[in-house]
């Protein structure tokens, strides 16, 4: 039973060292890599969270939401064939929050949710009348009849100041605050440039105030389907239902709370959980795969029913696995880990890179104005020579070829001299009094851009008479400095400074409701003292911007590999111009300002994962930039990465089992000889040598092995000497039985026992016990019989019998130095009577079977062969019926011998010896020899 459970805590420790706790490295270390898969995932997914937000923060803003959802719902219903339904769906879709009407060129309703009817006032006469004074004018130039003011506050409310009320037809059109006691709605209005469609929105107060903006962003703006989702609590109630705080379903992120609302982002499982590296299939094959082995093993060992067997050199492949294979899982995780942050760590570095790269894009766009300048100061060079025979139409038409001007709409030239009337630009010259047509304007911006072209001649010649010290008369520098207030809205001295400073160079101005580029430079052909002419050239900034992205775009694309780049202008046209997903990157932009974007901020472009980099243009007026890096990339460097990490883990693990093989294999030659020599003493064979085993420890083994052999062929031959002196068992006797064992470690001790009929009637009983082991107890016990055989003259008096031993072992004792401890008894059967001789400390014993008397007989003597003079004295003892004599050879036994002897009493000698060894808890391991003789 403790063998089978030796056994089998044996093999719970193998499996405990050699599957369990591997499987528990791989399980732990898995599950660590995926705690740091999705802690890395979250912080991206907070990136984009933060991100997303900014969008999110314009639907805070429930008016500026408004009046953008009303341009666009405007700007659909005029251009559909059904803006009845264009409406009622927008209405719809902001939770009816307002109510409209729309007006065609004829002024007739179209399209309504609430009858114009139920207004006091009269629609006709505000639109044709009143509406055009808000639109064109200044609140500061506008004058209404009385009659327009009744109409006007009969229909939106008799609080509403009418100088207050600015309306144009910008997409910044605002809410109008008709009636400070909230009595009557907010209105919106609204008209095409041509006027033909008017619309007017009309805006409870209180919807201005209930989200309706934030609620219409996440029901119906975000995307739906997306692992990221944002929702709303109002007034305690969310605003989807069905996205749940539940940590079992996702991770919830607070971004924005005040007193009425919470908003947070819900992170569903899916974008971050790393299930693959946790699943169940995995955590039961890895368990499997270790423990198929021993489940091997000891199927196939109970179905042979043999003990389980491992060899040594398997033990020791194992154990080179153990020792090397769990450290390079751990180094595999901690690697992981490693690249994981690596991961991190080349998005931002590409984030960093790919954004200083845009910003310098943005930058180089000084390199325009350069470029440019260069132009137009080449094409002088080769134009003010000319002018030394006069100006014709021949030399400037061959002056504005060398400007190459490919936009006249977008761009021009003024060339005004300061003796005459002469003047030219870009579409005409006029020359003596003669007007020459260059090029024609634009037919829908002719008003424009003819003002425009009037007012930049009359200040360019006003510049070129104060630099000349022939300034203009009185009355047309007044008129100049209104037309500054008004329309350049700068004063005259402000501009004149700024022509006069930014000679040469480059400049920004603002003319009436837009911002051009101006270039201007004084040229003196005639008289070094006075400026003869002043050249400008201009460009709207959008041109000036354009030419540089469209002729810098294609080149851009190439300086980072893979990185793609893209110009937006107001959130409409995309550059380059064949670029697919347009709708995507337009839609980007409303995410960026003039900061750099979050790092870390991932969208699909074209169905590929990007990392975006982004940024509002500050050089370039309207504009964004965008960047774009393939994560394909940088996932490519990372399984590289990995790729070599695995490589590297796998030849690690390949050579530890190569050296551990090759160590294994050194090892088994060895323990295999030894092998065969245990197997070589379990089968007896003392005549097996081992070969030199090497200067190691197995060589020593070997040699001691080898000297053993020696010996136990020694013993061997003095086991059968033995073998041969021990009595052999006599029929039981109808007046006495003898039996007798001995009890030892080693077969080959020096316990010696005999019995044998010296004479018709006399009985010889002897126990011995030699100092020594092996051949020379053999020797000393092969003298004893020697003597028995021999001396039969002797063996009925034991005193004499003990003298011939004695002086035997005194012969030999000079070479051997031996002694033996001698019990002889020759008992007489008709007599019953006996003799005893005893040598050495252990007594013969004599019981009485009836009476249950226990006494010893004789007393201690010298063993036979320790003193050099001794004379061995002989004790006599009556032998009855139903009486017995124990002898045992170890002395210490002799007092246990006599308290258990009577009690353990029985006819039967071999019964009674065993009934003493139990009693007295004889064990194997007691070095005795006992003898039993009933009678």
Same mark, same amino acid.
């Given at each position: 039973?403790?063998?089978?459970?030796?056994?089998?805590?044996?093999? +719970?420790?193998?499996?405990?060292?050699?599957?369990?706790?591997?499987?528990?490295?791989?399980?732990?270390?898995?599950?660590?890599?995926?705690?740091?898969?999705?802690?890395?995932?979250?912080?991206?997914?907070?990136?984009?969270?933060?991100?997303?937000?900014?969008?999110?923060?314009?639907?805070?803003?429930?008016?500026?939401?408004?009046?953008?959802?009303?341009?666009?719902?405007?700007?659909?219903?005029?251009?559909?064939?059904?803006?009845?339904?264009?409406?009622?769906?927008?209405?719809?879709?902001?939770?009816?929050?307002?109510?409209?009407?729309?007006?065609?060129?004829?002024?007739?309703?179209?399209?309504?949710?609430?009858?114009?009817?139920?207004?006091?006032?009269?629609?006709?006469?505000?639109?044709?009348?009143? *509406?055009?004074?808000?639109?064109?004018?200044?609140?500061?130039?506008?004058?209404?009849?009385?009659?327009?003011?009744?109409?006007?506050?009969?229909?939106?409310?008799?609080?509403?100041?009418?100088?207050?009320?600015?309306?144009?037809?910008?997409?910044?059109?605002?809410?109008?605050?008709?009636?400070?006691?909230?009595?009557?709605?907010?209105?919106?209005?609204?008209?095409?440039?041509?006027?033909?469609?008017?619309?007017?929105?009309?805006?409870?107060?209180?919807?201005?105030?209930?989200?309706?903006?934030?609620?219409?962003?996440?029901?119906?703006?975000?995307?739906?389907?997306?692992?990221?989702?944002?929702?709303?609590?109002?007034?305690?109630?969310?605003?989807?239902?069905?996205?749940?705080?539940?940590?079992?379903?996702?991770?919830?992120?607070?971004?924005?709370?005040?007193?009425?609302?919470?908003?947070? +982002?819900?992170?569903?499982?899916?974008?971050?959980?790393?299930?693959?590296?946790?699943?169940?299939?995995?955590?039961?094959?890895?368990?499997?795969?270790?423990?198929?082995?021993?489940?091997?093993?000891?199927?196939?060992?109970?179905?042979?029913?043999?003990?389980?067997?491992?060899?040594?050199?398997?033990?020791?492949?194992?154990?080179?696995?153990?020792?090397?294979?769990?450290?390079?899982?751990?180094?595999?995780?901690?690697?992981?880990?490693?690249?994981?942050?690596?991961?991190?760590?080349?998005?931002?570095?590409?984030?960093?890179?790919?954004?200083?790269?845009?910003?310098?894009?943005?930058?180089?766009?000084?390199?325009?104005?350069?470029?440019?300048?260069?132009?137009?100061?080449?094409?002088?060079?080769?134009?003010?020579?000319?002018?030394?025979?006069?100006?014709?139409?021949?030399?400037?038409?061959?002056?504005?070829?060398?400007?190459?001007?490919?936009?006249?709409?977008?761009?021009?030239?003024?060339?005004?001299?300061?003796?005459?009337?002469?003047?030219?630009?870009?579409?005409?010259?006029?020359?003596?009094?003669?007007?020459?047509?260059?090029?024609?304007?634009?037919?829908?911006?002719?008003?424009?851009?003819?003002?425009?072209?009037?007012?930049?001649?009359?200040?360019?010649? *006003?510049?070129?008479?104060?630099?000349?010290?022939?300034?203009?008369?009185?009355?047309?520098?007044?008129?100049?400095?209104?037309?500054?207030?008004?329309?350049?809205?700068?004063?005259?001295?402000?501009?004149?400074?700024?022509?006069?400073?930014?000679?040469?160079?480059?400049?920004?101005?603002?003319?009436?409701?837009?911002?051009?580029?101006?270039?201007?430079?004084?040229?003196?052909?005639?008289?070094?003292?006075?400026?003869?002419?002043?050249?400008?050239?201009?460009?709207?900034?959008?041109?000036?911007?354009?030419?540089?992205?469209?002729?810098?775009?294609?080149?851009?694309?190439?300086?980072?590999?893979?990185?793609?780049?893209?110009?937006?202008?107001?959130?409409?046209?995309?550059?380059?111009?064949?670029?697919?997903?347009?709708?995507?990157?337009?839609?980007?932009?409303?995410?960026?300002?003039?900061?750099?974007?979050?790092?870390?901020?991932?969208?699909?472009?074209?169905?590929?994962?990007?990392?975006?980099?982004?940024?509002?243009?500050?050089?370039?007026?309207?504009?964004?930039? %965008?960047?774009?890096?393939?994560?394909?990339?940088?996932?490519?460097?990372?399984?590289?990465?990995?790729?070599?990490?695995?490589?590297? +883990?796998?030849?690690?693990?390949?050579?530890?089992?190569?050296?551990?093989?090759?160590?294994?294999?050194?090892?088994?030659?060895?323990?295999?000889?030894?092998?065969?020599?245990?197997?070589?003493?379990?089968?007896?064979?003392?005549?097996?040598?081992?070969?030199?085993?090497?200067?190691?420890?197995?060589?020593?083994?070997?040699?001691?092995?080898?000297?053993?052999?020696?010996?136990?062929?020694?013993?061997?031959?003095?086991?059968?000497?033995?073998?041969?002196?021990?009595? %052999?068992?006599?029929?039981?006797?109808?007046?006495?039985?003898?039996?007798?064992?001995?009890?030892?470690?080693?077969?080959?001790?020096?316990?010696?026992?005999?019995?044998?009929?010296?004479?018709?009637?006399?009985?010889?009983?002897?126990?011995?016990?030699?100092?020594?082991?092996?051949?020379?107890?053999?020797?000393?016990?092969?003298?004893?019989?020697?003597?028995?055989?021999?001396?039969?003259?002797?063996?009925?008096?034991?005193?004499?019998?003990?003298?011939?031993?004695?002086?035997?072992?005194?012969?030999?004792?000079?070479?051997?130095?031996?002694?033996?401890?001698?019990?002889?008894?020759?008992?007489?059967?008709?007599?019953?009577?006996?003799?005893?001789?005893?040598?050495?400390?252990?007594?013969?014993?004599?019981?009485?079977?009836?009476?249950?008397?226990?006494?010893?007989?004789?007393?201690?003597?010298?063993?036979?062969?320790?003193?050099?003079?001794?004379?061995?004295?002989?004790?006599?003892?009556?032998?009855?019926?139903?009486?017995?004599?124990?002898?045992?050879?170890?002395?210490?036994?002799?007092?246990?011998?006599?308290?258990?002897?009577?009690?353990?009493?029985?006819?039967?000698?071999?019964?009674?010896?065993?009934?003493?060894?139990?009693?007295?808890?004889?064990?194997?391991?007691?070095?005795? +020899? %006992?003898?039993?003789?009933?009678?």
């Amino acid at each position: 039973m403790f063998k089978k459970s030796s056994k089998t805590l044996w093999l +719970a420790l193998h499996i405990i060292l050699f599957a369990i706790i591997p499987i528990s490295v791989l399980i732990i270390g898995f599950e660590y890599i995926k705690t740091k898969k999705e802690k890395s995932l979250l912080e991206t997914a907070e990136y984009k969270i933060e991100t997303d937000f900014k969008t999110l923060e314009y639907y805070l803003h429930d008016e500026t939401f408004f009046i953008n959802y009303f341009n666009m719902l405007f700007a659909k219903a005029i251009k559909s064939n059904d803006p009845q339904e264009v409406l009622q769906t927008g209405q719809d879709l902001v939770y009816d929050s307002f109510e409209y009407i729309l007006w065609n060129p004829n002024n007739r309703a179209i399209a309504y949710s609430i009858d114009s009817k139920n207004f006091n006032g009269d629609w006709k006469q505000f639109w044709n009348e009143t *509406f055009h004074k808000c639109i064109n004018l200044t609140p500061e130039k506008r004058t209404y009849t009385l009659e327009e003011t009744i109409n006007f506050r009969k229909l939106f409310g008799p609080q509403i100041i009418l100088d207050h009320v600015y309306i144009n037809r910008y997409p910044e059109s605002s809410i109008l605050r008709c009636d400070s006691k909230s009595q009557k709605p907010y209105v919106w209005l609204k008209a095409t440039k041509n006027l033909s469609h008017k619309i007017a929105i009309f805006i409870e107060p209180k919807n201005l105030e209930n989200h309706y903006a934030l609620k219409h962003y996440i029901e119906h703006i975000q995307p739906q389907n997306e692992n990221i989702t944002f929702n709303a609590i109002i007034n305690g109630e969310p605003v989807l239902k069905d996205v749940c705080d539940d940590p079992e379903k996702g991770r919830v992120f607070k971004v924005f709370q005040d007193d009425e609302m919470l908003i947070f +982002a819900f992170v569903k499982k899916e974008f971050y959980s790393q299930s693959i590296f946790a699943s169940t299939h995995f955590n039961t094959v890895i368990p499997i795969l270790f423990l198929l082995p021993w489940v091997y093993m000891a199927v196939k060992n109970k179905i042979s029913k043999k003990p389980m067997f491992i060899s040594i050199s398997k033990k020791l492949l194992l154990i080179f696995l153990y020792a090397n294979g769990l450290p390079l899982a751990m180094l595999f995780f901690t690697a992981y880990d490693y690249i994981i942050q690596k991961e991190l760590a080349l998005y931002d570095n590409m984030h960093a890179k790919g954004t200083q790269y845009i910003l310098n894009f943005d930058n180089r766009m000084e390199s325009e104005y350069a470029m440019q300048i260069n132009n137009i100061k080449n094409a002088l060079n080769i134009f003010v020579p000319t002018l030394k025979e006069g100006l014709t139409l021949e030399n400037y038409q061959t002056f504005l070829a060398h400007l190459d001007i490919k936009n006249h709409d977008e761009s021009g030239v003024y060339l005004i001299a300061s003796s005459s009337k002469t003047m030219g630009t870009s579409r005409i010259l006029n020359l003596n009094d003669e007007e020459f047509i260059l090029n024609q304007f634009d037919d829908s911006r002719r008003k424009d851009l003819t003002t425009e072209f009037d007012i930049l001649t009359s200040v360019l010649k *006003f510049i070129l008479g104060i630099l000349n010290e022939e300034p203009e008369d009185t009355k047309t520098s007044t008129e100049l400095e209104i037309v500054c207030e008004s329309f350049l809205q700068k004063p005259l001295i402000e501009v004149l400074h700024q022509f006069i400073s930014s000679d040469g160079e480059i400049f920004s101005f603002g003319v009436g409701n837009r911002n051009i580029s101006i270039f201007n430079t004084f040229i003196s052909v005639f008289d070094k003292a006075k400026f003869d002419f002043i050249v400008a050239m201009n460009w709207t900034n959008y041109y000036l911007e354009s030419m540089y992205v469209e002729r810098q775009i294609l080149h851009a694309n190439r300086n980072i590999e893979g990185l793609k780049l893209f110009v937006v202008y107001n959130n409409r046209e995309v550059w380059p111009s064949i670029t697919p997903d347009k709708k995507m990157i337009r839609a980007t932009t409303t995410t960026l300002n003039e900061k750099p974007n979050n790092p870390r901020h991932f969208i699909t472009y074209n169905n590929e994962k990007y990392l975006l980099m982004g940024i509002k243009c500050r050089k370039m007026e309207n504009r964004h930039l %965008i960047a774009l890096y393939p994560v394909s990339k940088v996932k490519a460097e990372i399984n590289e990465e990995m790729q070599y990490l695995l490589l590297s +883990a796998i030849i690690s693990l390949l050579l530890t089992v190569i050296l551990g093989r090759f160590l294994s294999e050194s090892l088994e030659y060895p323990i295999k000889r030894l092998s065969e020599g245990a197997n070589a003493i379990s089968r007896r064979d003392f005549k097996k040598r081992l070969p030199n085993l090497g200067a190691n420890e197995f060589g020593e083994i070997a040699e001691v092995f080898n000297d053993t052999m020696v010996d136990f062929e020694e013993l061997q031959i003095a086991g059968a000497v033995k073998e041969h002196l021990l009595p %052999i068992p006599i029929s039981d006797s109808l007046l006495y039985s003898v039996y007798a064992e001995i009890h030892s470690q080693s077969e080959l001790n020096g316990k010696y026992y005999d019995y044998f009929e010296s004479s018709e009637n006399h009985v010889s009983i002897i126990t011995g016990s030699a100092d020594e082991n092996g051949t020379a107890a053999a020797l000393i016990m092969a003298m004893v019989k020697a003597a028995v055989l021999n001396e039969k003259n002797l063996l009925e008096s034991p005193a004499k019998f003990g003298e011939k031993v004695d002086n035997l072992l005194k012969h030999i004792k000079k070479s051997a130095r031996v002694n033996m401890s001698l019990q002889y008894i020759n008992i007489d059967l008709d007599e019953r009577k006996g003799k005893c001789l005893n040598a050495g400390k252990a007594l013969p014993i004599l019981v009485n079977g009836k009476s249950k008397r226990v006494t010893t007989i004789g007393s201690q003597g010298s063993k036979l062969g320790e003193s050099e003079t001794c004379a061995y004295k002989e004790t006599n003892f009556e032998f009855k019926d139903n009486s017995a004599i124990i002898m045992c050879t170890n002395p210490s036994y002799t007092k246990l011998l006599l308290q258990k002897a009577a009690e353990s009493y029985h006819k039967d000698p071999a019964t009674y010896t065993n009934n003493l060894i139990k009693s007295m808890n004889i064990k194997d391991s007691c070095e005795c +020899a %006992i003898l039993v003789f009933t009678a």
